[in-house]
Every structure is written in structure tokens, then in C-alpha cells.
């Protein structure tokens, strides 16, 4: 698969890896970019499912309020 990268952001990324020394080329870099935000799309869905039941909810609430957190 191809990908078109606009031409302006090509020169953007050629410039961060001269100044960081970090990457050896254009294609490093953005294969780390684009790994990066998969993988936090992938934990905020991911912290998505793990959603308190209404059960749960309020046994935290009553806890809290023993606590003096919560009135």
C-alpha cells in the first residue's frame, strides 16, 4: 500500500529527525508517530469498557460517604 504525504509535512519531519538524531529516516518516523496514536486510540476504547454497573456506582458512592468524602 501507498500512502501520499503532502509535501509540506514531509519537510516538517526531515527537519525533526535532523534536529533529534532520534530516527534514521522519514518512514521511521512517521511509522512511530502513526504506532503511537493507534495505540492510544486502542487504550481509550479499551478504557471505554470498563465501565462501572449502577451496582458498582453505588457501593463506590456509599463507600465515599463513610468515608466523609461525600455527603
Not at 21 to 49: C, P
Request: charged letters at 50%; aromatic letters at 8%; zero cysteines.
Amino acid at each position: 500500500m501507498k500512502v501520499k504525504i503532502r509535501e509540506e509535512i514531509i519537510k516538517k519531519i526531515s527537519e525533526r529527525i535532523k534536529e533529534t538524531n532520534e530516527f534514521e529516516n522519514e518512514e521511521e518516523y512517521i511509522n512511530y508517530i502513526l504506532t503511537q496514536v493507534v495505540e492510544k486510540l486502542e487504550e481509550e476504547k479499551e478504557a471505554k469498557k470498563t465501565v462501572f454497573s449502577k451496582e458498582d456506582e453505588e457501593k463506590v458512592k456509599e463507600r465515599l460517604k463513610g468515608l466523609g468524602y461525600l455527603e
